[in-house]
């Protein structure tokens, strides 16, 4: 099982940046990695229902998939040998505080994510992003 572990969430105003980051831990057998996992960020606002923020393939290169709400304000990225996922956040709006949790599955793809994605293989605990206007 890889574990996940959330960091980089805080108080921000309106405009600001943040960078999340995912650490993954942990291997499901002898060759299973992190690196094997489509990887993908999601966030859930109080009251309200988890949601796809953003999904990355396990080979990274052109597969990466956005929420209308985010797209061209949010990066999300991997680095298979730090065994860590990214998002970059700029231009953030009081819209955009939530929780933030990243996932990742081997069996699901990134553009599946975008969809279906309650039941993926690993999830983080959350970190909390807060958006000040």
């Known amino acids: 099982q890889v574990q996940l572990v959330e960091s980089g969430g805080g108080l921000v105003q309106a405009g600001g940046s943040l960078r999340l980051s995912c650490a993954a831990s942990?291997?499901?057998?002898?060759?299973?990695?992190?690196?094997?996992?489509?990887m993908g960020w999601f966030r859930q606002a109080p009251g309200k229902k988890r949601e796809f923020v953003a999904s990355?393939?396990?080979?990274?290169?052109?597969?990466?998939y956005y929420a209308e709400a985010v797209k061209g304000r949010f990066t999300i990225s991997r680095d298979n040998v730090k065994d860590t996922l990214y998002l970059q956040m700029n231009s953030l709006a009081p819209e955009d505080t939530a929780v933030y949790y990243c996932?990742?599955?081997?069996?699901?793809?990134?553009?599946?994510?975008?969809?279906?994605?309650?039941?993926?293989?690993?999830w983080g605990q959350g970190t909390l992003v807060t958006v000040s206007s």
């Open positions: 996932a990742g599955d081997r069996h699901v793809t990134a553009r599946a994510m975008v969809t279906a994605f309650n039941a993926l293989d690993a």
């Open positions: 942990g291997r499901t057998s002898s060759t299973t990695t992190f690196s094997s996992y489509a």
């Open positions: 990355i393939a396990w080979y990274a290169i052109n597969s990466t």
